[in-house]
């Protein structure tokens, strides 16, 4: 693989359920990313890495929780899904922080 | 607060020029960017600018004024590939990076 993959492509989930996104790149670069996407919204960050084995909070953490055990991976798990988490998530990478940013193809999230 | 003002919307002709606006009020500035993304895909890099003036990269350039608050994304020689959305996005001072909603490009043969 060359660049960001994510999976799932799509996803349709019952509220109240438990849903992990996962995020994997292979350009060793020290920092992820963890964006929603809403109509007329923009990008919005829900969490970020600056390197493996740290996290930090974005713009819109709320119901969201990330890990960073190495620096290839960074899920995001939805640990209880609510209507208002329906969304297309985009993961993103760069060398460092304030590197031009890599972006994942990205999961259509619909929470019914 | 933190904003980034785009035009929602902008229609050109192909084969014309269009200058997308962008203007910005963030706690400190650490370089703007530019994105290009097409209907149900992800973000790609376009420019990058931190110092005052005009990058040129092929059809596409981008100006910057800090002074101003001010930057924006010119096309040239518009083409009907290049109707997307244009991102604007800068690091403020905790080297966080601020995205605007983003303007849709509607080219017209």
């Known amino acids: 693989i060359a660049g960001i993959t994510q999976a799932p492509t799509s996803q349709i989930l019952a509220a109240g359920r438990r849903m992990t996104l996962r995020c994997t790149q292979d350009?060793?670069?020290?920092?992820m990313y963890w964006y929603r996407q809403d109509l007329g919204l923009g990008l919005r960050l829900i969490h970020y890495s600056n390197t493996a084995g740290t996290t930090g909070k974005g713009e819109v953490p709320d119901g969201y929780s990330v890990s960073r055990a190495n620096t290839d991976d960074f899920p995001l798990t939805l640990a209880s899904a609510v209507p208002s988490q329906t969304s297309v998530y985009f993961c993103?990478?760069?060398?460092?922080?304030?590197?031009?940013?890599?972006f994942g193809p990205g999961t259509r999230l619909t929470v019914l | 607060g933190q904003n980034i003002d785009q035009p929602t919307e902008m229609t050109a002709t192909e084969g014309a020029i269009v200058q997308i606006n962008c203007t910005y009020q963030t706690s400190g500035f650490n370089g703007l960017f530019w994105y290009q993304q097409h209907a149900g895909e992800a973000p790609t890099f376009l420019s990058y600018?931190?110092l005052d003036g005009l990058e040129e990269k092929g059809r596409f350039s981008s100006f910057l004024s800090r002074s101003k608050g001010y930057s924006y994304l010119l096309l040239k020689e518009l083409q009907m590939k290049d109707s997307a959305s244009y991102l604007c996005a800068v690091i403020d001072s905790n080297y966080q990076l601020i995205w605007g909603a983003g303007t849709k490009l509607i080219i017209k043969p």
């Open positions: 600018n931190v």
């Open positions: 350009m060793r670069h020290n920092a």
């Open positions: 993103a990478s760069s060398g460092t922080g304030t590197d031009t940013q890599y």
